[in-house]
């Protein structure tokens, strides 16, 4: 498939269904499942709030929160339909969809520079290239560890070149900082609080290589119930809007929430976290595009998937931008 023709299906293609045809007839709900993680702070903000709960509640449905301790969680979650809506990075998603989690993603939380490859303060590790034969940290179906592969493909090293430690991502920054591990494929605020409170250092960063925060919706749920996923992009417009007025306040419920000091919340909230752009477009679809080779090099998909479709059936534009045009009205 050539990429205009990918960018049309993703993009043009879908915004070709009618919003009536959106909020057709649901099933009775009675109860709304969603996640919330520290490494999405709208999504703490909302809960703090309580906003979704009071718009819900004039219809009977409560609001069940449960905490995703990384993309692999809130995608794991989602596949074992313990939640409705869920949030992971851009290409954690993919490759979820492309091995038969049938998600979508109708609103983007956020443009993170969210992960980094980090040693501790004494390491003798200076580049990529020097981890070679080393013992790193990361965490299977996540942003951090996707950045991994694709960093060590600027130096030449291949998976099979260090020696993989696969640690959910607070377990990685203590193994870490205890020595157990040569570095550490890290993700904010933890990465943050590890950078401040114990003067780790990050060896390679690169925004182009952290995909986007991508708020998913289990296929079946968007079908059955389109009407609750407008309202919770309403609710996550909401809180990014707070946060991008109150920065410093959303800082703070960062801190308290994910248990960090404040500067360590100002610093992942502040200088990491862009709120600007909460709408599925071509923009997403090429840093997808340009991200997902490595799935297949590293053979983390079957043979001959098509990626591009994947991605196209992946990113959809129909509720934000029904949400933002009506908001614009």
């Known amino acids: 498939m050539k990429r205009r023709s990918v960018l049309h299906g ?46 819900l509640k004039r219809d009977g449905i ?35 969809r492309a091995n038969g989690n049938p998600i979508r993603t109708p609103y983007i939380f956020s443009r993170p ?49 260090i020696e993989h430690v696969g640690l959910q991502h607070a377990d990685g920054r203590v193994a870490l900082e205890q020595g157990r591990v040569d570095a550490w494929a890290g993700l904010d605020p933890l990465m943050a609080a590890s950078e401040l409170d114990a003067g780790s250092r990050l060896i390679y960063r690169n925004v182009a290589f952290n995909t986007y925060g991508f708020l998913n919706v289990r296929e079946d749920f968007l079908a059955r119930q389109p ?17 991008l007025a109150n920065t410093s306040e959303a800082a703070r419920i960062l801190s308290e929430e994910a248990k960090v000091s404040l500067e360590v919340a100002l610093l992942q909230l502040k200088l990491r976290t862009d709120l600007s752009n909460p709408l599925p477009s071509a923009e997403h679809v090429k840093a997808l595009q340009a991200a997902s080779s490595i799935l297949l090099e590293e053979q983390l998909v079957k043979p001959g998937t098509n990626l591009d479709k994947v991605i196209a059936d992946l990113v ?8 933002l045009a009506g908001a614009a009205a």
Do not use: H, M
């Open 10 to 55: 993703a993009v043009a293609g879908a915004t070709t269904l009618a919003l009536p045809a959106l909020v057709r007839a649901a099933d009775t709900l009675k109860e709304l499942r969603l996640d919330y993680a520290y490494y999405s702070p709208t999504s703490l903000v909302l809960r703090r709030f309580g906003w979704l709960e009071q718009d």
């Open 62 to 96: 409560d609001v069940k929160w449960v905490l995703s301790a990384g993309s692999n969680r809130a995608l794991e979650y989602l596949n074992a339909n313990s939640i409705d809506i869920g949030s992971s990075a851009g290409l954690a998603a993919v490759l979820a």
């Open 113 to 161: 520079e969210w992960t980094a490859l980090v040693v501790r303060r004494d390491s003798s590790i200076r580049t990529v290239a020097d981890l070679k034969g080393k013992k790193v940290a990361a965490t299977k179906g996540t942003d951090p560890y996707l950045f991994l592969l694709r960093a060590l493909q600027t130096a030449r090293l291949r998976r099979s070149d």
């Open 227 to 243: 009407a609750t996923v407008q309202r919770v992009i309403a609710a996550y417009e909401r809180a990014r809007k707070w946060t």
């Open 316 to 323: 959809d534009t129909r509720f934000a931008r029904a949400q």
